[in-house]
């Protein structure tokens, strides 16, 4: 396994990779945007040569966002969501930001245990956020990146 970042002619991957682990996954279209985006980083996950996970992180002045994490779910449950999420860490912090964000439905239980464990707090909710996903509301998450 080999974490890195995305390189050009891998976002068809990783758009494959996102409709594997969400019931309305991203496109390729929506995923080249993000990353034409100013500030947005993508990284992917490597395993035996195949993209198998990424993490895509955008940093706006000093605050950093997690848009998305998403793993194949053939390879869930190998630490590769903790791993990701602590190279979005140090990606947001070596970039400057103070605060990393994100939104997490509240029914994920086991996203909202890795964030949880990665010393993130709930600083707020949208309520049915992911209504037409199926997946209710979101809770807004917080992790301080000067401790």
């Known amino acids: ?9 891998e976002v068809a991957a990783l758009a494959q990779i996102h409709a594997s682990a969400f019931p309305v996954g991203w496109d390729a ?14 990284q992917v996950v490597e395993y035996e040569g195949e993209l198998v996970a990424f993490v895509l992180t955008r940093i706006a002045a000093c605050e950093a966002e997690v848009l998305t994490l998403a793993i194949a779910p053939a390879h869930r449950r190998k630490g590769l969501a903790s791993a990701l999420l602590g190279a979005a860490v140090v990606w947001a912090r070596n970039s400057g930001a103070r605060q990393l964000f994100l939104e997490v439905a509240s029914q994920n239980q086991a996203a909202l245990t890795l964030y949880r464990n990665a010393g993130f707090a709930m600083v707020g909710a949208r309520a049915a956020y992911y209504a037409r996903d199926g997946g209710g509301d979101a809770l807004v998450l917080r992790l301080d990146l000067n401790s």
Request: hydrophobic share 45%.
């Open 1 to 9: 396994m080999r974490i890195r970042f995305c390189r050009e002619g």
């Open 29 to 42: 279209g929506q995923l080249d945007a993000f990353l034409a985006s100013p500030g947005v980083s993508a």
